[in-house]
Every structure is written in structure tokens, then in C-alpha cells.
């Protein structure tokens, strides 16, 4: 089974930056989406930023600008650039992907904490 696993969170200060990795187990070139999702506590996981295989990149409102979202497929890796970060980024962070070589299940990885001090 494909596994992912994340990189690169932290603590930083309120308009710093912060670049989460996700590196997969298998060629990524077939992951349909290769997406960032976060969960605060209480809260829901929710979508941040996804890439389609097609190139299709989108963002949730509240980060665009801000975070930019990158895929690598001869690394299988996917990135997160986070600047101008803000305390209500922080969150885990999760790496998703779904796609052929997933058995069309949805992987996950272990998440990453993002602490954003004000």
C-alpha cells in the first residue's frame, strides 16, 4: 500500500514561512490528487490546496496568495510554501492522495503540526 509521509512543520512567528514535503512510497504520477488538508482542534479536516493529475491547481479562499502548492512526480513528493502565515493556519497538516496506483483508496499520511504564534 502506497504511504506518505510528511515533512517541515513547526513552530514559526505570525508573517513567517514554512515549507511542508510529503514524499509517497510509489510513483506519484498516477495520484489523480495529490492534495494538503488540515485539522485545528475541534474542527473538521478540511482542504487547503490540491493538485490534479491533469495540473489543475486550486486553493481554499483564506490561503490564496499565501501558500502555493507544488508536485514533483520524479521526486514523488508534494509541497507546501506557506508565507504571510497567520495564527489561525496553525493546524495538523495532512497529506492526501488518491489515484490508480492507490487502488483509487484514500491514503493519508501522519500529519504534521503548524504552530503560528502571535
Known amino acids: 500500500q502506497v504511504q506518505l509521509v510528511e515533512s517541515g512543520g513547526g513552530l514559526v512567528q505570525a508573517g513567517g514561512s514554512l515549507r511542508l514535503s510529503c514524499t509517497a512510497s510509489?510513483?506519484?504520477?498516477?495520484?489523480?490528487?495529490f492534495d494538503w488538508y488540515r485539522q485545528a482542534p475541534g474542527n473538521q479536516r478540511t482542504l487547503v490546496a490540491t493538485?490534479?493529475?491533469?495540473?489543475?491547481?486550486q486553493y481554499v479562499d483564506s490561503v490564496k496568495g499565501r501558500f502555493t502548492i507544488s508536485r514533483d512526480n520524479a521526486k514523488n513528493t508534494l509541497y507546501l510554501q506557506m508565507d504571510r502565515l497567520k495564527p489561525e493556519d496553525a493546524a495538523v497538516y495532512y497529506c492526501?492522495?488518491?489515484?490508480?496506483?492507490?487502488?483509487?483508496?484514500?491514503?493519508w499520511g501522519q500529519g504534521t503540526q503548524v504552530t503560528v504564534a502571535s
Open positions: 493538485t490534479t493529475g491533469g495540473g489543475i491547481i
Open positions: 492526501h492522495a488518491r489515484g490508480l496506483s492507490t487502488g483509487w483508496q484514500h491514503i
Open positions: 510509489e510513483s506519484t504520477f498516477s495520484f489523480s490528487a
